[in-house]
């Protein structure tokens, strides 16, 4: 899901795109659909266009101004399955799951074109960016690194592998907080990007999956583990707040 104003999108595997209007947060209203060609597993949203990724149907990329009425600008395909992805600038970071990780640029919606690629050793669940570095939560091979400077030729700078699956990752500042999926959330300082390290972690009940920030607080979907809501006030020791 994506919030945006006044509206969340949600990426809905086989139904494709829904919007609600959550103005009311005690009476949410369906506002509109889109039903994609693929399996919709992420979305993100800006100025009124919303890029989908659409598993093995790439990125769609769909006019959003009216809720109620959506509507499909163009298509992006992707050569492994589109899941989720990070808008930065004129560029858009596409986590490819086995199709590893693609920048495009998107600065035309109609018209969007890849512009460079990095076929990945793992599956490629979710993408972050600060400055010119992309951090990808690659399944297997952990959290990797890229120098994506020049964004048609991505370089690997640097790779944390604790053992697991990472699953998802977000930055704040200098860290990154990363799901494992059997290992919960770690903590890492990026203030080298070549060289990350765990300056915390903590378990998580069933298996840390997505995760987001929001003030002292990461709210981790932790599949059968529900919600884990982790205080991370001080990130050298995050604790179970809530769930």
Known sequence: GYIKDNILYVADWFSGLHLYDITDPNNLRHAGNFHTAGSSKGVVVRDGVAFVGDDDHGVQIIDVSDPAKPKLLSNLPT????????????????ADHRGGLHIADVSDVRAPRLLGSYD??????????????????????????????????????????????AEDVRLRDNYA????????????????????????????????????????YAYVAAWEGGLQIVDISDVTRPRIAGY
């Open 177 to 216: 907080f990363v799901t494992f999926f059997d290992q919960g959330l770690f903590v890492l300082d990026i203030s080298d990007p070549a060289a990350p390290r765990a300056i915390g972690q903590i378990a998580i009940p069933g298996n840390a999956r997505g995760v987001d920030l929001q003030g002292n």
């Open 79 to 94: 050569p492994g399955l589109a899941y989720t992805m990070k808008l930065a600038g004129p560029l858009l970071y596409i």
């Open 120 to 165: 990945t050793p793992g599956k490629a669940w979710a993408v972050d960016v600060r400055g010119q570095h992309a951090f990808v939560a690659d399944d297997a091979s952990g959290l990797l690194i890229f120098d994506v400077n020049d964004a048609r030729t991505p370089r690997l700078a640097g790779q944390f592998t604790p053992g697991g699956a």
